[in-house]
């Protein structure tokens, strides 16, 4: 088993091309953050799994959302579930910003954070 695959382990179904959209996506924020410097994979790891993470199962449920058969209870179930991921979206963020804020002495954490979304919405809007 590839170790994406086992981290997967919190998909509850995985679907075609979600192990690959999930490798995918980390390795472009790694890359991205390593660009931005001070990365440390001890720390930043565990984050950026859980940005894939919720970023996969927003994007899932935003396909479900566009589904024109998609009755009102299923649609209030699914927004709740993609508010809930986005917010551990935002908080991963934040501590990514804290823990390269102790690193990067120099900048503010709300420049982090707001550097670290924009990785971010630009490699989820990338797919």
């Known amino acids: 088993m590839n170790h994406a695959r086992r981290h997967l382990g919190l998909f509850k179904s ?6 690959d959209q999930y490798e995918n996506m980390k390795a472009r924020l790694v890359k991205g953050l390593q660009r ?8 930043d790891t565990p984050l ?3 940005i894939a993470h919720a970023a996969t199962y927003v994007k ?6 566009d ?3 998609c009755s009102p209870e299923t649609y209030a179930a699914i927004s709740d579930g993609i508010a809930k991921q986005a917010a551990r979206m935002r908080a991963a963020i934040r501590d990514l910003a804290a823990n390269r804020k102790e690193r990067l002495k120099a900048q503010s954490t709300s420049k982090l ?3 670290i979304k924009s990785l971010i919405d630009k490699v989820v809007r990338e797919g």
């Open 14 to 19: 995985k679907r075609a091309g979600e192990v």
């Open 36 to 43: 931005m410097s001070a990365y440390n994979s001890a720390f």
């Open 48 to 50: 950026v799994d859980e």
């Open 60 to 65: 899932r449920g935003e396909r479900y959302l």
């Open 67 to 69: 589904d024109p058969n």
């Open 113 to 115: 954070a707001a550097d």
